[in-house]
């Protein structure tokens, strides 16, 4: 199991990486903590003929909290936004979900934004940024867009970046006054690749009933999508068993489930649901994920 | 500006274990290949070669990583640290001890990379529950010992170490 | 016999010998011997169909890279290597040849067709994607219960319907007590495939010695030299010309006790190069070539009284053999071992079989871990609580009913097996006792339908046949496993020992075991005791390390040599103590004169006398030196047994189990080293949890493994298994010398049937019936659902 070979690029500025990317998209792929790309590579089952590694542009590491977000830069690792002070603080979904990947071995490498370019359908990260609406920050030789997150994740493995863009940071939106989070996720084993899985944020008002829901769900075939007609359901309800468990049905029966050796269609279906009741009554019993305000 | 290499062999330069070594390897050169055939370090060992096992653990500037997900070109300069470093100077000594008095081993493959994950992990969490430290494992695959007695001596280690700080003295240890 | 005053070793936790070394990451595997520079790599290219036709190779592409020194194809290697054959001398078996690479047809995913000679393992892998096959896709036979069949397509032209191995049997007077009794129980069992994964995969390394025109063959392996004989054989070179020796092994699991296709090349084309040759298996080749296990299908039907006794049993089982024989086991063990080691502890007095091993378009099947006695345990535990359930009695008190009682042994059970010492009653009252079942099942009984949580109690209760002698082989038609093993024993003339033994450990702790059985028969100390193994040029011949032999036949093998070298040590210190031989003691590297301890001779002293190194002469008659050879062969086989008691939970909803509490109690003899034997039983238990919850290779209808990687093949980690709790009772064997019993095996034996009862049981009271390996909550989900769909049917 080596990979076979490629040509390789260690730009040590962005500017150089886009340069890079310009020069060679169609063929190269972005090597930065590699923790997904890797084991493709060593597999065979990715075969990029050039490597542009943003490992050593230093400038691409930060994590800065702006006023509308905290924002992660392409090669921010995964263990030092799980343990970024403002992260914790105010974004408590990423840092729940960020605890379920992978190993800290490979958080220590692995980072945010190579796991939400990677789009696995089983990752954690993209079901949070679907359902935060996350800003995925694409850069190009010729300029700079925001995508959002619905439009950022086209399917399994794939993303809407052009093929000379690279995915310079994400903007993960702070968690609202008064919300709580949780995610959630069941695999065959107690860590590793998930059945299913569950991120939610819950905005309540000061009267108990829920002012806003965010919820998205993995266990597909197809990349993790997010719930809006849950959402919209739960928008003004209290949150009881009753109204956890009606929401857990009508999710399951929104998303997009496939069956492979892992799982069969009929359980990740059912898994949803439980997983999205079980989320939701943690959240309303208070044990999940607060956002602090500073 | 790039540092533009290709398809030939190129020169990389990594620190291992506090000593610095340059080999002409190709890009695609993993790293775990470079510390085992080229610098000739046998300590972390392949179990996968697709990160899931463990076995191949190090540590890339301070922190585990799995040497079979990185090539060498991409951690160019980097200060790299294996289990031979780490039990020449000492710092494993406590858990080395735990592991062979609690039987936390059998065939050896395994532990070097549980070794490096523990030692992380103690370092941070010194007075771990035995949920946190089987947390803490949740990568390395251990084929042989059913994880028991590397549990154990994880937290016997921890209880030893514990003792040893707070009785800098060691008037209690026998 | 052990010198009253010599202060004991067998028995005590003596820390490992091994551990130093392999703690600093010193240990040498396979891989991390340094080769010489001038070594070749090798990468095979690999068929991608299940069955197929090979129209044409072209290797070209592949010969033109940079770096490649030649390719080979089965055209090439029949030029100068024979197919491997499996021959067991049993009745109804039919043996299959294989190449080691596959010659006009491919019949399974994996199966190697050519083979890459190169000068780095990169190069050597990018030149065997380029090589270019040409294949005729045939149909492919996959699934057991496809392949079963009349219309299947054929694996082997000349095995008709697939059978490779059909054996049968009854008791004389079993059609009577089956038809006579009250009530018939059955059920049909289905266990997963599986595979035994040793963290460290295969690999070994060929160098020539140029002088003595001689092979030295590294190679990760628990049998040195049955392989050595094989490599022999079928290069046609001279044994004594080869050498095999197992650096550390990285695991085995039996995995590694199988001779392999890989291991003839790699030898072969160092020989025919005339360059050192290396292979080193990848984990995706390891889980598409490495011998398979499991995957059987059982049908039960008991016969039984009102009171849960078990008058008569019918099994018929089917094992997948998957596409070949292997080696040496072939593909009889799991099929003759599952049907003649069900009935167990039981007091089975009435028996009949049917067994079958076919074959498939899959990876060639072979001995595990437990080789088939995890699954006819899953199969006749399982029928013991369906008895239980069917008479409203508790399942412990249908196993008491039928167990073996302690005043029937030495027992012969009903296929003429003696078993000779064992503790089936005490090791069951222990384990209810240690797992507090009745209190469970108090609970039990109390807990509502709405509970969020099903729990669960399981019992395994079982035997194992473990260190089985040539007697043991022989009857199962297995000639190319001899059944003996042994050990040399040489006192050094500086008066430290060198003990060989004919062993290849994979993690056993056999350095420090060995030690210890030692010192305490020749009367040594255990430090003075330095013991090697796994090198053919210096162990004695033997049988090697699989089927929980080693330390009943090794162990057997040390203890008659020192009994024998003994002897000699006496007459000389005698001489030298001038008392009677009667009156010398061998004692913490000392012999004494037992009427009088003060006076006394080290070995060191007796040593010198025997190798000529001082001024006093040898006694007369005398010969020189202080060396003995002795092969042992145990009795037809020993019997640990043990009882295993699981509480699990299971989530209702999620269908997901967690192990809240787990029990063993365990007898294999007398223990040597406990640490080393609990050690033992951990591991296995956590292989056995893997096979019942979670493991399973998995094929797909045209014969492609879908979960040939590490991500997809899902073994236990740390957070998935629970603490276990062993305690050992001691009933030294009778048959075997020194009393062990051998331990490899039992943790997965006695897992496997205890979690998937506990599992059953939970859901017992939802009506899902749990027959089927693994236990994943899909599949538990989907029979709790298909229950309540029924019942609500019949509501309607």
Not at chain 3, 489 to 518: C, D, N, R, Y
């Amino acid at each position: 199991m080596k990979p076979a070979p490629f040509e390789f690029r260690a730009p040590v500025s962005l500017d150089g990486v886009l340069e890079e990317m310009r020069e060679h998209g169609e063929a190269a792929r972005i090597l930065a903590g590699g923790q997904s790309l890797v084991p493709l590579m060593n597999l065979r089952m990715l075969q990029p003929s050039v490597l542009v590694s943003i490992n050593h542009c230093k400038e691409l590491s930060y994590i800065r909290a702006e006023e509308d977000g905290l924002v992660c830069g392409a090669l921010a690792r995964q263990w030092d936004v799980e343990h970024d002070q403002v992260a914790i603080q105010r974004c408590p979904l990423l840092v729940q979900a960020l605890h379920h990947v992978g190993a800290r071995s490979n958080r220590n490498r692995g980072t945010v934004c190579g796991s939400l370019a990677h789009a696995d359908p089983l990752a954690e990260l993209p079901a949070v940024a679907l359902a935060l609406d996350a800003d995925m920050i694409a850069a190009s030789s010729t300029g700079r867009r925001v995508v959002p997150a619905r439009e950022f994740f086209v399917g399994a493995l794939e993303n809407s970046l052009r093929p000379d863009e690279i995915l310079e940071a994400v903007r993960f939106p702070y968690a609202p006054t008064g919300s709580r989070s949780c995610f959630i996720e069941l695999g065959n084993r107690n860590h590793g690749f998930a059945i299913a899985g569950v991120a939610l944020e819950v905005t309540f008002g000061e009267d108990g009933r829920c002012r806003r829901a965010r919820l998205a769900v993995m266990g597909g075939e197809n990349i993790a999508k997010r719930a809006s007609d849950t959402e919209v359901a739960l928008a003004g309800s209290i949150i009881d068993e009753a109204a956890a468990r009606e929401a857990g049905r009508l999710t399951a029966s929104l998303v997009d489930v496939a069956g492979d050796f892992h799982a069969d269609a009929a359980y990740r279906r059912e898994l949803v649901a439980v997983l999205v009741e079980r989320a939701l009554i943690q959240v309303a019993s208070g044990a999940a994920g607060r956002a602090r305000s500073i | 500006m790039s540092q533009a290499t290709s398809l030939r062999k190129t020169d990389v330069t990594l620190t291992i274990n506090g000593k610095s070594y340059t080999r002409q390897v190709e890009p695609r050169r993993l790293l775990v290949d470079f510390i085992r055939h080229d610098v000739g370090l046998k300590a972390t060992h392949i179990g996968c070669e697709h990160g899931v096992c463990g076995a191949c653990t190090v540590r890339i500037d301070g922190r585990t990583a799995r040497s079979c997900l990185h090539f060498a070109v991409a951690v160019q300069g980097a200060e790299i640290e294996t289990l031979e470093g780490l039990s020449a100077d000492g710092r494993l000594a406590g858990l080395q001890k735990a592991f062979h008095d609690a039987h936390g081993l059998q065939c050896g493959y395994c532990t070097p990379g549980v070794l490096l994950t523990a030692e992380e992990f103690l370092s941070e969490n010194p007075e771990p529950s035995e949920q946190e430290i089987r947390a803490a494992l949740s990568n390395n695959l251990c084929r042989c010992t059913g994880y028991v007695n590397i549990v154990k001596a994880i937290a016997n280690a921890a209880r030893d170490r514990d003792k040893t700080t707070a009785d800098p003295a060691g008037e209690s240890r026998k | 016999m052990i010198a009253q005053g010599h202060p004991r070793s067998i028995g005590k936790h003596v820390p490992r010998r091994e551990d130093p070394y392999l703690l600093r990451g010193e240990g040498r595997f396979l891989d991390d011997i340094a080769e010489p520079k001038d070594t070749l790599f090798l990468s095979f290219a690999m068929s991608p169909h299940a069955h197929a036709r090979i129209l044409a190779i072209r290797t070209d592409a592949a010969s033109a890279l940079p770096g490649v020194v030649a390719v080979y194809t089965a055209e090439d290697m029949a030029r100068f290597v024979k197919p491997i054959r499996t021959v067991i001398e049993i009745q109804g078996y039919r043996a299959s040849s294989r190449m080691v690479l596959a010659q006009d047809e491919v019949r399974f995913v994996g199966e190697h067709v050519a083979v890459v000679v190169a000068e780095d393992p990169y190069i050597a892998q990018d030149a065997a994607e380029l090589i270019e096959v040409d294949y005729e896709p045939l149909p492919a036979a996959v699934r057991l219960e496809e392949a079963d069949s009349e219309s299947a397509p054929l694996v082997h032209e000349d095995i008709p319907r697939n059978v490779m191995f059909e054996a049968a049997f009854a008791s004389p007077d079993f059609q009577a007590a089956f038809e006579s009794a009250e009530m018939i129980v059955s059920e049909t069992f289905r266990t997963g495939r599986v595979a035994g994964v040793p963290l460290e995969p295969r690999g070994c390394l060929a160098l020539l010695d140029h002088v003595a025109d001689s092979l030295l063959f590294y190679t990760s392996t628990q049998i040195p030299h049955l392989a050595r004989t094989a490599l022999s054989e079928i290069l046609d070179f001279p044994e004594p010309r080869i050498r095999v020796v197992t650096p550390e092994v990285g695991g085995g699991f039996g995995t590694k006790a199988q001779f392999y296709t890989e291991e003839v090349v790699t030898a072969a084309l160092a020989l025919n190069l005339r360059r050192p040759i290396k292979w080193v298996q990848d984990r995706r080749e390891e889980l598409l070539t490495s011998i398979h296990a499991r995957d059987h299908i059982y049908r039960l039907e008991a016969a039984i009284d009102g009171e849960g006794r078990i008058k008569a049993l019918r099994t018929d089982l089917t094992t997948n053999a998957g596409a070949y024989s292997s080696y040496p086991f072939g593909c009889t063990l799991e099929a003759t071992g599952g049907a003649r080691m069900i009935v167990g502890p039981y007091d089975i007095r009435n028996y009949a079989f049917h067994t079958r091993a076919i074959a498939t378009h899959t990876c060639p099947s072979g001995a595990y871990r437990g080789v088939a006695q995890p699954s006819c345990f899953m199969a006749i535990e399982g029928l013991m609580d369906r008895i239980g359930r069917k008479l409203g009695i508790d399942p412990a008190t249908v196993r008491q009913r039928n167990l073996i009682r302690s005043e029937q042994l030495p027992y012969t059970n009903v296929l003429g097996v003696r078993y000779d010492t064992g503790s089936y009653e005490e090791c069951l009252r222990r384990a209810l006792e240690r797992v507090d079942y009745w209190n469970f099942r108090k609970r039990q009984a109390e807990a509502r339908d709405d509970d969020e949580v099903l729990r669960g109690i399981g019992i395994c209760c079982f035997t194992e046949v473990a260190g089985a002698g040539s007697g043991g082989w022989r009857v199962r038609g297995l000639t190319k496993v001899p059944g003996f093993d042994s050990a040399s024993i040489k006192v050094e003339p500086t008066g430290k020992v060198t003990l060989l033994v004919s062993q290849a450990a994979a993690g056993q702790g056999h350095l420090t075991t060995f030690a210890q059985v030692l010192a305490d028969y020749l009367g040594v100390k255990v430090e003075d005791v330095f013991v090697s193994e796994g090198d053919t040029a210096t162990a004695p011949y033997g049988t090697n390390t699989f089927a929980s032999r080693g330390a009943v036949a090794a162990g057997g093998a040390v203890i008659k040599a020192a009994q024998s070298l003994r002897q000699k040590i006496a007459r000389i210190a005698a001489f030298l103590l001038d008392v009677d031989v009667e009156r010398v003691e061998l004692t913490e590297s000392k012999a004494i004169d037992k009427e009088n301890p003060e006076k006394s001779v080290d070995f060191r002293q007796v040593a010198q006398i025997a190798y000529s190194m001082t001024s006093v002469a040898l006694p007369q008659g005398e010969s020189f030196g202080l060396e003995v050879v002795e092969m042992y062969d145990p009795p037809l086989a020993t019997w640990p047994n043990a009882v295993h008691a699981v509480v699990v939970a299971v989530d209702r909803r999620t269908a997901k189990v967690s192990i809240e509490k787990y029990v063993v109690v365990h007898d294999s003899g007398r223990l040597i080293n406990p640490m080393i034997v609990d050690g033992q039983i951990h591991g296995g238990i956590v292989q056995g949890i893997g096979e019942a919850l979670m493991e399973q290779i998995v094929y797909d209808e045209d014969g492609q493994m879908l979960n040939a990687n590490l991500l997809d093949y899902l073994m236990p980690m740390a957070l998935d298994v629970p603490q276990i709790d062993i305690s050992h009772i001691e009933t030294p064997s009778i048959d075997a010398l020194g009393g062990f019993k051998g331990v490899g095996e039992g943790g997965v034996i006695g897992a496997v049937p205890a979690v998937t009862n506990a599992v059953a049981d939970a859901l017992a009271r939802t009506g899902a019936n749990i027959n089927r390996l693994p236990l994943r909550p899909s599949y538990l989900l989907r029979e709790m659902r298909r229950r309540q769909l029924a019942v609500d049917g019949d509501r309607k």
